[in-house]
Each structure stands twice: as structure tokens, then as C-alpha cells.
């Protein structure tokens, strides 16, 4: 499955965006659709993740200013992103990811959408 990220931008502290990844087929079946984000100069950490099933998680620091979620009808995921701070500013990737019974984790990657938060 392809994915493409989109919506980052330039926003001020404190402000919001929303974040979407599009796939070229069906997530119906995706047990894990994920955000990921990598600052400058840091390694790739998980931001938020929701199951098919409409589970989700969020990294602690993203807990409450942050939202997950997915539309498995549009093969659509999101990333609503609420009371940004600078230290929020990376390259945002959309990750799906599906485990088969007995082959294995594929993990299939978007292109990253800049998000920049300075005033």
C-alpha cells in the first residue's frame, strides 16, 4: 500500500493543524495505522497509533494535545495536532502496519509531511 501524507505547515505556538495520509488501497484490513514523527538531528519516534478496530495510543508527551484517527471507507487516516509547541516541529510520517500469522510484521511508509511550529 502507498501512503501519502499531508496538511504541515508553518504555525505558531499554540495554534493547530490536521494531518492526513491517504492510502492507495483498502486499511480496512490494517491491524495498525501510526503516526510517526523525527525531529532534526533525533531518531524516528512513534507520536500515535490506532488499531482497526479504533483502538488507540499516544505517546506520552502527545497525550491530550494530540488525536488519532482513521476512516477505513475513505482509506484515510488522520492526525488532529492541538496546542503546538516548538519542540512539536518535524517530518511526520504515516506508517501502516499488518501482521500475518505466521510471516511476520510489513510495515509499509509515507513521504512525511514538515510540520514547523515558530512564531
Known amino acids: 500500500v502507498q501512503l501519502q501524507a499531508s496538511g504541515g505547515g508553518l504555525v505558531q505556538p499554540g495554534g493547530s493543524l490536521r494531518l492526513s495520509c491517504a492510502a492507495s488501497?483498502?486499511?480496512?484490513?490494517?491491524?495498525?495505522m501510526n503516526w510517526y514523527r523525527q525531529a532534526p538531528g533525533k531518531q524516528r519516534e512513534l507520536v500515535a497509533g490506532i488499531t482497526s478496530g479504533g483502538t488507540t495510543v499516544y505517546a506520552d508527551s502527545m497525550k491530550g494535545r494530540f488525536t488519532i484517527s482513521r476512516d477505513n471507507a475513505k482509506n484515510m487516516m488522520y492526525l488532529q495536532v492541538n496546542s503546538l509547541k516548538p519542540e512539536d516541529t518535524a517530518v511526520y510520517y504515516c506508517?501502516?502496519?499488518?501482521?500475518?500469522?505466521?510471516?511476520?510484521?510489513?510495515?509499509?511508509w509515507g513521504q512525511g509531511t514538515l510540520v514547523t511550529v515558530s512564531s
Open positions: 488501497k483498502s486499511i480496512f484490513s490494517v491491524n495498525w
Open positions: 506508517n501502516a502496519r499488518t501482521v500475518v500469522a505466521g510471516q511476520g510484521t510489513y510495515d509499509y
